[in-house]
């Protein structure tokens, strides 16, 4: 095995061990439970990381809002925020603050996408 497919391979493991609540789980809580996960996710989307280039990153559980799963490679850290004002006002990226650029392997190439950086957390060494 060469040294990306154990990459690959060690990442996929430690990504498959993440739990989080399926939506149906989420469709059958309480208004109270409701209201304390909601309380939890805006606490995580708060919680400030500071990312460097070379970064291995990940969404933080249940802040995922794209396409990719991850994990990803910090590839820029942008000085101001891009805005998506071309999204309708009703969507939820609407005026979303794009302020890192993340790199990922998608069907074998690496491609890069800019991501707002509050749902993403490092991937912790092992």
Request: with cysteine; aromatic share 10%; charged share 35%.
């Amino acid at each position: 095995m060469n040294f990306d497919e154990e990459i690959s391979r060690s990442l996929k493991e430690l990504f498959s061990s993440r739990s989080e609540p399926e939506n149906t789980e989420v469709v059958k809580m309480t208004m109270e439970e409701k209201r304390q996960y909601l309380r939890e996710k805006l606490d995580l989307l708060n919680t400030v990381h500071t990312f460097e280039v070379g970064d291995i990153v990940q969404y933080k559980p249940g802040l995922k809002n794209k396409k990719g799963d991850g994990p990803f490679i910090v590839t820029e850290l942008l000085e101001s925020p891009t805005f998506d004002k071309e999204s309708p006002s009703g969507n939820c990226y609407f005026m979303e603050p794009l302020d890192i650029k993340l790199g990922e392997i998608n069907d074998g190439d690496f491609v890069e996408y800019h991501y707002d950086s509050r749902r993403f957390e490092p991937v912790e060494k092992s």
